[in-house]
């Protein structure tokens, strides 16, 4: 049986998500902390995204599609850093691929309960595992799929090849890794980008102090790769085709097959 749902799904998911909107930011702050998925976060963070990251509905949809090609049968497709699950939900309603299991990853309690709350609830044959765990000590094997849509860009910088070189080695040959990220631009780009990056933030109701303290609290968490950066070391941990499939201002997805 196959379990679909109507298109674009993360209209759907976020009338699920009963949203709530995101005004983590909108009152001054004597300090700004870093940035942590914590319950504040877990709770307004369909609206964050969908707010924050340009594009971020298509790709979820798309994600949904593309996983669905590269799925084979009886394998395990893993959600890394899965948030609310709304990777995990897409792949879930398009798969077709029968005996595969779902693996909903993330390191945040709060986030991986509220994610565990959606996709448990949800009328599937195809079984969701939710895993507390960092990334950086999980063992992937006989994986089709894996995706990591803007989670490596929160893992410290050193630790980055040897994540991707383990995700590599517990893939099929011909599974894909979906590696959504922020990028970093060199300087001939990069003020354009971020301006523009600036200018969706504010059409979606962002004010300038939101935008200027969310910045600082990310400054320390959140480091970001140049697309070069990101194909090298795609290539160096073995992947046989790497393509840019995705871009909305400075937001590009990749895929990397095995
Ligand atoms: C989406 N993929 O909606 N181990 C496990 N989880 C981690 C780690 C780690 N080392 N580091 C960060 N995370 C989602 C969006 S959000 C991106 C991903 C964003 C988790 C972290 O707890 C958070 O839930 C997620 O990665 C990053 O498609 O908010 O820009």
Redesign the pocket.
């Known amino acids: 049986m196959t379990y679909r749902t109507s298109w674009p799904l993360t209209i759907n998911a976020t009338r699920m998500y009963r949203m709530q909107k995101d005004t983590l930011y909108s009152q001054p702050l004597s300090a700004v902390e870093d940035f942590r ?1 914590d319950q504040r ?2 709770n307004v ?2 609206d ?2 969908q707010r ?2 340009p594009g ?1 509905s298509a ?2 949809a798309l ?1 949904g599609v593309i996983a669905d090609q590269y799925a084979q049968p009886n394998s395990n497709i893993y ?9 995990s939900m897409a792949i879930r309603h398009r798969l077709t691929a029968p005996g595969c299991t779902l693996l909903a ?4 309690a709060d ?2 309960a509220k994610a565990q709350s959606f996709l448990g609830v949800e009328d599937s044959p195809i079984p969701v595992q939710f895993v507390e ?4 000590n ?1 063992p992937i094997e006989n994986a089709s799929v894996v ?5 490596l ?4 910088p050193d ?1 980055r090849a040897t ?1 991707i070189q383990r995700i590599y080695r517990g893939m099929r040959p011909g599974g894909i890794l979906l590696l ?1 990220e ?1 990028i970093a631009f060199d300087p001939s780009q990069s003020t354009l980008q971020n301006d523009l990056h600036i200018a969706f933030k504010k059409a979606q109701g962002y004010s300038d102090l939101e935008i200027s303290q969310k910045r600082s609290a990310l400054e320390n968490v ?1 480091r970001l790769d140049s697309v070069a950066d990101h194909l090298a070391r795609l290539r160096t941990a073995g992947f046989q085709q790497t393509e840019v499939w995705y871009q909305c201002l400075n937001f590009q997805s990749m895929l990397a097959i095995k």
């Not at 990853?105 to 945040?108: E, K, Y």
């Not at 860009?153 to 410290?156: D, M, R, T």
């Open positions: 998925f976060v877990a963070f369909p964050m995204i924050s990251v971020y790709m979820i994600i959600d890394l850093g899965c948030s609310l699950g709304a990777a990853v993330d390191n945040s986030m991986l765990a960092d990334i950086r999980l995706v990591l849509n803007f989670t860009q929160f893992v410290p630790d994540l959504s922020k959140m």
